[in-house]
């Protein structure tokens, strides 16, 4: 098992890595003296493959779990749904000495650390991610929250966790469009913190799309390692942690201008890391050479790097935008890379050039197979 601890003083927390982790959940929350009584928040793709194997886990270990289940998919990231899970948690009398577990992907954690954030003015909370953009991103940090029709994640707070657990065997019932998806967020590590990290999932992608478990408990730790150390430096995203949006502010857009579904989060932040380094190309000087990689190690793991946008499509996309939680005085601010290993925040994109580059990179045909 690998450790990966996140410093942040009398609230650090560690992340555990390995292949046995969830089995031993019970006996971590409890060596961390975690209230007997918690809510076990999960949904309906993860839930009947890992939630009675968990409560049982919890219940060895002295805790009182209540299973709350949410329907699966980004929907469920909202008001509403947070509503009902504080109702059954109200009626189970759930106490401020309790405390909220997250098990399943990043939709699961996002929800469930809001709801402990705001439950009873806040209660503390775990991270079980099974997915693998879970495990290496959204998990770790602390920021929570939900969607509104106008955008993602428009509401919510920074509530880290207590404990984060990613065991790599619940990958094993990954879809592999979800698996896919998941190397989204790791290739992103390389571009914007470690080209060592970069050149070495470029020579090594095929361990990666086999799940060599050892490589992927290498990469998965380097991923938190990255996040852990930009976390303790700026934990509420007023400076050095927004690097971690790079492709975000398009990609985010590129789910709400398609709706919820039609392209995973994983997908539409490749399209948009793609954008990211060729709006990077004009304005930071990041060399074409280095463009071209980041290009092709999305198409060898056959992410989406094209994209096309209708007239209605592109309105909706550019007002998603103009929403984004990283815009300032009404322009657009991106992330940008001067070089693969590189990158900063802040910088003011017209829209002139998002158009431009969108046209750039304007696929054949679109999401339904249909010619453009």
Wanted: glycine share 10%; charged share 20%.
């Amino acid at each position: 098992m690998r450790t990966v601890t996140v410093v942040l003083g009398s609230r650090s927390y560690p992340i555990l890595i390995g292949t046995a982790t969830l089995p031993k959940l019970g006996s971590h929350c409890a060596s961390m003296g975690l209230g007997t009584r918690c809510a076990l928040i999960t949904d309906t793709n993860v839930g009947p493959l890992f939630a009675s194997y968990t409560q049982e886990v919890l219940r060895k270990s002295g805790f009182d779990p209540i299973l709350i289940t949410v329907p699966a998919g980004e929907e469920s990231k909202s008001l509403g749904v947070a509503a009902k899970c504080y109702d059954l948690m109200a009626e189970h009398r759930l106490e401020r000495t309790s405390f909220v577990i997250a098990l399943g992907g990043g939709v699961v954690g996002d929800l469930a650390g809001f709801v402990a954030a705001t439950y009873l003015r806040g209660i503390d909370f775990v991270q079980v991610p099974t997915t693998l953009l879970a495990q290496v991103d959204s998990s770790v940090g602390g920021k929570v929250g939900v969607n509104l029709k106008a955008g993602k994640n428009l509401v919510g707070a920074f509530h880290q966790p207590r404990l984060v657990v990613c065991d790599l065997k619940t990958l094993i019932t990954l879809p592999e469009r979800e698996f896919r998806a998941g190397l989204a967020e790791i290739f992103k590590y390389g571009i914007i913190y470690d080209d060592v990290f970069f050149e070495k999932l470029e020579s090594n992608l095929s361990h990666l799309l086999w799940k060599d478990r050892k490589f992927l408990a290498e990469v998965v730790a380097r991923c938190c390692e990255i996040k852990a150390e930009v976390v303790a430096q700026d934990e509420t995203e007023t400076g050095l942690r927004t690097i971690l949006n790079f492709g975000h502010t398009i990609g985010h857009a590129i789910e709400s201008a398609f709706g919820y579904g039609a392209y995973l989060h994983g997908e539409a932040i490749s399209i948009g890391q793609v954008v990211a380094a060729m709006v990077s190309s004009r304005l930071t000087k990041l060399p074409h050479g280095d463009v071209e990689r980041i290009r092709c190690l999305f198409e060898r793991a056959q992410l989406p790097t094209t994209i096309t946008l209708g007239a209605a499509q592109l309105k909706r996309l550019e007002a998603a935008m103009r929403l984004d939680k990283k815009v300032s005085d009404g322009t657009v601010k991106f992330v940008l890379s001067e070089r693969i290993g590189t990158a900063s925040w802040g910088h003011p994109v017209e829209m002139e050039l998002i158009r431009s580059v969108l046209q750039e990179i304007r696929a054949e045909t679109s999401p339904d197979g249909s010619k453009a």
